[in-house]
């Protein structure tokens, strides 16, 4: 029901977008989040967005560097745009619906999770 896409391989200081689009159901009414999972290391969090757009939370280790979004009049309808990338952003990215209109950084919040799309950052 939800499906991220846009990764690939991008050298260090590059930057990707990463949309995430919706079937089966709309999500218009869920936070939204963007989790990653690196190779030995758990997962994530790396931003949440209400349900209309009007909160963001973005963890520390993005602030500044990536930015959640969303339209929801479109299937694809969550972004998260990553500029500034660095190694250390190397992972599986997820989106995330959350049982609620707004949603935090706990995982737990989150009742649907789509396939994850490889984000690799070369030095």
């Known amino acids: 029901q939800l499906q991220a896409s846009g990764g690939g391989l991008v050298q260090s200081g590059g930057f990707l977008r990463l949309p995430c689009a919706a079937s089966?159901?709309?999500?218009?009414?869920?936070?939204m989040g963007w989790f990653r999972q690196a190779p030995g290391k758990e997962r994530e969090f790396v931003a949440s967005?209400?349900?209309?757009?009007?909160?963001?939370?973005h963890s520390d280790s993005v602030k500044g560097r990536f930015t959640i979004s969303r339209d929801n009049a479109k299937n694809t309808f969550l972004y998260l745009q990553m500029n500034s990338l660095k190694p250390e952003d190397t992972a599986v990215h997820y989106c995330?619906?959350?049982?609620?209109?707004?949603?935090?950084?706990?995982?737990?919040?989150?009742?649907?999770w789509g396939q994850g799309t490889q984000v690799t950052v070369s030095s």
């Open positions: 967005i209400s349900w209309n757009g009007g909160s963001t939370h």
């Open positions: 089966g159901r709309p999500f218009s009414n869920n936070g």
């Open positions: 995330a619906a959350a049982r609620r209109a707004v949603a935090g950084s706990n995982g737990y919040e989150y009742a649907y």
